[in-house]
């Protein structure tokens, strides 16, 4: 006879202890660990996805670079769900099992169906009492899911289970189809910035042509009045032009302005308009044509994707890992996928505690590394590099374009170039601060120059696109032309007000202001007038034939911005045109004049 015990099978003696071994219920446990990875992965990779592939123009990490620093979470997470699922009693079990399915539904539906709008999330606080009407519908939803996983037949609870794992598996599914079939022109392809030759310039004559995106013309004059002439002397041979006006509130317009001189009116599809503009008659290929080198010097992202419309012209890619180990920088794009998923996927009540003023739930605990994921510190490196490694040549006179995000928005530096702790809103201050390091960073590139020999031979373009949503002073309105209901935001105005510095190839002294009527439009016939090439671009003019007395009319078009209109629509949201005749900084200078709709 066999000793006190049990027999499995008659092959393993199991002894009496270990009898409750046999009394595990593995089809409870299973359902677990498959509920609890839904719940893991929903949260750490599933809505990280969706997020990277809708703004992976925005990420330099591979998607599955950060996978592989969250799936020991995710598998620690099902691990310990499947081992309460083996051992907890049916009637206990069976609950468990209907809160993870539950919370499977609630997060699906939360990040994919009641993902409500709360604007941009760049700092700016966010008015929660304006959103109750969803925290009231998340909450509902979330509650009845919950209360049937506690309140159900235990029979009910197989099928929201059985439901919740195929609504995971679905999504399993379509992330991988996804993945698999992406469009990698690998991000490992793109060519990095290469400092050496964005660094070289020639003896014979440069071009330096900055796209300072965001920087407002308003807020380079207050930096000019704040150092009691400082920069008035570092930057000798310029001149401000202080009345600027852009044709758009947002950069995706401006390109071809500012390269073509032409401006879109929802005439033909956009992608059509690029090509003609970026990729056809522009004032790069015009020097190209005229014996010039011609170089660009953008950011990774979308702008990037913009750019690769001009066709012929090496491209020096500044990434936003540019100084960072590329794990370190994995680990703080994997972080923020994370708070982004938990803001998405969590009710609206608690996202706030998510959100925490962009310092963020996960986010801030790793302040330092975290800092440098925002284009203001690898561009200001970029910038750095270009300075320091500076070498002059016997080669052909070299066309450098040069766009960054140094003073755009989110504003994280403070006075002294520094993380300020936490990237802020359009809050004057702010912009101020991380214009004034923008400039500052520009200049010793300037003075790098004048040590170099070539700040004299070279034409010096600085320029933005847009401004910054600082309101022009004194503050304005307008009705707005379609509702009258509304107004327009003042901040629009700021916008409107676009920097423009300009020094001619050989002009000296302190820097020069003037008040003339100037476009963004005019920038590539200016840049030609000073080259001594022919003005072939569209309406505009050079800056400097135009007198400050001069009467002009000039056009800012408003419309609404979406991510998407950069690579997926054919047209942009209706444009309304608004006519300046006289100082843009006054209300009275500004008519509503036409609508330009999609056909």
């Not at 660990?33 to 969706?50: E, Y």
């Not at 005229?290 to 010097?297: E, S």
């Amino acid at each position: 006879m066999a000793p006190a015990g049990v027999m499995v099978r008659r092959v393993i003696w199991v002894p009496p202890k270990f009898t409750s071994l046999m009394t595990l219920n593995f089809r409870q446990g299973g359902l677990a660990v498959a509920l609890a990875s839904a719940c893991a992965t929903s949260i750490l990779v599933l809505t990280p996805f969706a997020i990277w592939f809708g703004n992976r123009a925005e990420f330099s990490s591979d998607f599955i670079d950060i996978v592989r620093l969250v799936a020991p979470a995710a598998f620690v997470i099902a691990g310990v769900f499947g081992l309460l699922g083996l051992v907890l009693p049916i009637s206990v079990g069976a609950r468990v099992v209907g809160v993870l399915s539950a919370l499977t539904v609630a997060l699906w539906l939360q990040a994919n169906i009641m993902n409500w709008h709360y604007g941009s999330l760049d700092g700016k606080l966010i008015d929660w009492s304006a959103h109750l009407s969803n925290g009231y519908v998340d909450t509902g939803v979330w509650l009845v899911l919950i209360g049937c996983a506690l309140l159900a037949p235990q029979r009910m609870l197989l099928r929201l289970a059985q439901f919740a794992i195929a609504v995971w598996l679905l999504q399993v599914v379509v992330l991988s189809f996804t993945y698999l079939n992406l469009d990698n022109t690998s991000r490992a392809e793109k060519v990095a910035l290469n400092t050496q030759a964005a660094a070289t310039f020639s003896r014979h004559g440069n071009v330096l042509h900055i796209v300072a995106d965001g920087f407002q013309s308003d807020i380079f004059g207050y930096l000019l009045k704040e150092k009691e002439g400082e920069f008035r002397e570092t930057l000798s041979g310029f001149t401000f032009f202080s009345d600027h006006l852009t044709s758009y509130p947002y950069t995706q317009m401006t390109l071809p302005a500012i390269l073509s001189g032409e401006n879109y009116r929802n005439h033909k599809p956009i992608t059509e308009f690029n090509r003609e503009t970026l990729g056809g008659k522009n004032i790069l290929q015009h020097a190209r044509k005229n014996g010039y080198d011609v170089q660009l010097v953008v950011p990774d992202g979308g702008l990037s994707a913009a750019y690769a419309n001009v066709a012929d012209a090496p491209t020096f890619t500044v990434t936003t890992r540019l100084h960072l180990p590329q794990r370190t920088f994995n680990t703080v794009e994997g972080i923020q996928l994370i708070d982004l998923s938990l803001f998405r996927s969590v009710p609206h009540f608690a996202k706030p505690y998510i959100y925490n003023r962009q310092s963020w739930l996960l986010s801030q605990s790793m302040d330092d590394a975290n800092a440098q994921r925002f284009y203001f510190f690898s561009h200001k490196r970029a910038v750095e590099l270009m300075s320091e490694g500076l070498k002059v040549d016997d080669g052909n006179p070299r066309y450098k374009y040069v766009h960054l995000l140094l003073s755009h928005a989110p504003f994280v530096a403070n006075f002294d170039c520094e993380y300020r702790g936490a990237p802020v809103g359009a809050v004057l201050e702010a912009v101020m601060d991380q214009s004034r390091c923008t400039l500052e960073t520009f200049t010793e590139l300037f003075d790098a120059m004048k040590a170099a020999g070539v700040y004299d031979n070279t034409t010096i373009v600085l320029m933005s696109d847009h401004g910054a949503w600082i309101p022009p002073q004194p503050p304005f309105t307008l009705p707005h032309p379609l509702d009258d209901k509304l107004i327009i935001n003042p901040k629009y105005f700021g916008l409107a007000r676009a920097l423009l510095a300009v020094k001619p190839p050989g002009a000296s002294g302190p820097l020069n202001v003037s008040h003339a009527p100037s476009a963004i439009e005019d920038t590539p016939n200016t840049v030609a007038s000073l080259l001594g090439m022919p003005q072939i671009f569209g309406s505009g003019v050079s800056v400097f034939d135009l007198s400050e007395s001069q009467a002009r009319t000039r056009h800012f078009y408003l419309y609404e911005y979406a991510l998407r209109n950069w690579f997926e629509d054919d047209y942009l949201e209706p444009m309304m045109r608004f006519s300046v005749n006289g100082k843009s900084n006054q209300k009275s200078s500004w008519s509503y004049d036409q609508l330009f709709s999609p056909p």
